[in-house]
């Protein structure tokens, strides 16, 4: 069946240092993969984007990369601020017409001032 | 992107009771998609709400437990029946999110979620 693994359920940084958390997947061809932020008590708000055919995507401080061969993501955030402390969620889209995603369970981040 | 408005937002029901979550969107809208969160696990999609038609549920999930009504384009409510304290959990609204820029792939935009907790 289709899994996918985040890292880890949480992950501490200092203020200033580089984020890296990581989605890996099994079972599965998606078409794409999408990163969400959830901060608590609200929903999951739609981050990035990145395509299988696409190796890199970036937004401001934002870098998500896809290795199809490894059936991983990595979603970076550069010069990390106290206000980036949230839960971050991948989740894989098949594509070809369907609405379908599959989520993992998220990465509580916290950036330590 | 669409503004999402969900009550209640958070509930503190008895065993055996129902309770009904209402999702209303600032604009029309054709898939509505209710997406279950309970604690330490991922989201979970219920059901797929379209105006006019049944919603279709997703494996594991049953239309006597999960009663979902789409009367509009713009409004769906989703009824946890019979609860158990296994029905705690967080329950999500979504739609797609048009604009995005992104042909081909199911952005989703969230409600904040109504958070139930069954005693």
């Known amino acids: 069946s289709q899994k996918i693994e985040q890292n880890s359920e949480a992950l501490n940084i200092q203020e200033g240092k580089t984020a890296t958390l990581t989605c890996n997947y099994t079972?599965?061809?998606?078409?794409?993969l999408q990163w969400y932020r959830q901060d608590p008590g609200r929903g999951p708000v739609f981050l990035l984007l990145i395509r299988e055919n696409e190796k890199e995507k970036r937004k401001e401080r934002l870098k998500v990369t896809f290795d199809t061969t490894l059936k991983q993501s990595l979603f970076h955030i550069t010069a990390s601020q106290p206000a980036d402390s949230a839960t971050y969620l991948c989740a894989l889209g098949s594509g070809a017409g369907s609405y379908q995603l599959t989520f993992g369970k998220g990465t509580k981040l916290s950036v330590i001032p | 992107s669409a503004v999402i408005s969900q009550k209640p937002s958070r509930d503190i029901c008895q065993r055996g009771t129902s309770l009904t979550i209402q999702c209303q969107v600032d604009?029309?809208?054709?898939?509505m998609f209710w997406y279950r969160q309970q604690p330490g696990q991922s989201l979970t999609l219920i059901a797929t709400a379209n105006q006019g038609s049944e919603a279709t549920y997703e494996s594991g999930f049953v239309i006597d437990k999960f009663p979902i009504s789409r009367p509009n384009l713009t409004f769906s409510t989703l009824t946890v029946s019979n609860m158990s304290p296994e029905d705690s959990s967080i329950y999500l609204c979504?739609?797609?999110?048009?604009?995005?820029?992104?042909?081909?792939?199911?952005?989703?935009?969230f409600g904040a979620g109504s958070r139930l907790t069954v005693l």
């Open positions: 979504s739609v797609s999110s048009p604009g995005t820029g992104v042909a081909g792939a199911n952005v989703l935009t």
């Open positions: 079972n599965y061809s998606p078409a794409y």
């Open positions: 604009s029309q809208v054709t898939m």
